[in-house]
């Protein structure tokens, strides 16, 4: 689980981290293939990612079939009754019902598995998003919810990286020139973390609260600043953003018209 938090949080393209966690969580918690939802756990939309093994399965399923697998039976009523996001099994939410619905015969036709266990991310609300792990034979046990559990940290903190480097690329440098900033960042010697928490440093964040937006502690935080304050030259958060905003590595204000 570490080699895969370690690989993921230098990954610098946003859009590589949760194929890169397919490869490596299935296994981890006794399962065979994984499907990630990033946005919406619902028939009307959703953007769904999959294990290499069953990307060529999916990408043949019509609409009806792709609604069937975005409304999430039986997680999303589950998880939208309440606040409790603990990871939990198809046959333990939905008991017998599971295994004559709709959701169970698709999963059986497409991808030959009989049981799924969802892994919320936590602290999510309205989308519910994470990720479905499935297997055939027996269904997963105790050990492996509880091996999700301790997984979930992980899956927060990668999606929390993901959606700061996206909005990183899309802001530091109006007009297109994503990649010029990513130069900037690798000629600095800046880790993808170290440009995720310098993106929060600019946004006048304490560490406090750029641990709880990464989930990192207070003092993880505070290494990952003496670092950036070493390898721009710089002393203070101040004097950081404003040679972080000429190097490109981060937008700088707009300028009143």
């Not at 479905?132 to 919810?145: A, E, I, K, N, P």
């Not at 406090?208 to 950036?228: C, F, W």
């Not at 030259?233 to 000429?246: E, H």
Request: hydrophobic share 40%; aromatic share 4%; charged share 20%.
């Amino acid at each position: 689980m570490l080699s895969v938090a370690v690989a993921a949080l230098h990954e610098r393209q946003p859009e590589r981290l949760w194929p890169l966690l397919t490869a490596a969580l299935p296994g981890l918690c006794g399962g065979e293939t994984l499907v990630y939802k990033l946005d919406d756990w619902s028939e009307r939309a959703g953007t769904v990612g999959t294990s290499p093994g069953v990307a060529a399965e999916f990408d043949r399923l019509g609409e009806e079939d792709m609604g069937i697998l975005r409304a999430g039976f039986p997680f999303a009523h589950h998880y939208a009754s309440g606040p409790d996001r603990s990871p939990l099994t198809a046959r333990r939410a939905a008991g017998r019902a599971w295994s004559s619905s709709r959701t169970a015969r698709l999963i059986d036709d497409v991808m030959d598995m009989d049981h799924v266990l969802a892994i919320p991310l936590p602290g999510t609300s309205n989308p519910i998003t994470g990720c479905m792990v499935y297997r055939s034979g027996t269904d997963f046990t105790d050990d492996h919810l509880r091996i999700a559990g301790q997984m979930q940290p992980l899956l927060s903190a990668v999606e929390q990286q993901r959606q700061l480097l996206e909005h990183w690329q899309r802001s530091a440098r109006p007009g297109g020139a994503a990649g010029s900033a990513q130069e900037a960042a690798e000629s600095c010697a800046l880790t993808p973390r170290e440009t995720t928490v310098l993106l929060l440093l600019a946004d006048a964040l304490t560490a406090a609260a750029i641990g709880r937006r990464l989930g990192i502690s207070d003092r993880t935080v505070h290494k990952h600043v003496e670092n950036i304050y070493r390898k721009l030259g710089t002393r203070d958060r101040i004097s950081t953003v404003l040679r972080a905003q000429r190097l490109g590595l981060i937008p700088a204000p707009s300028l009143p018209r």
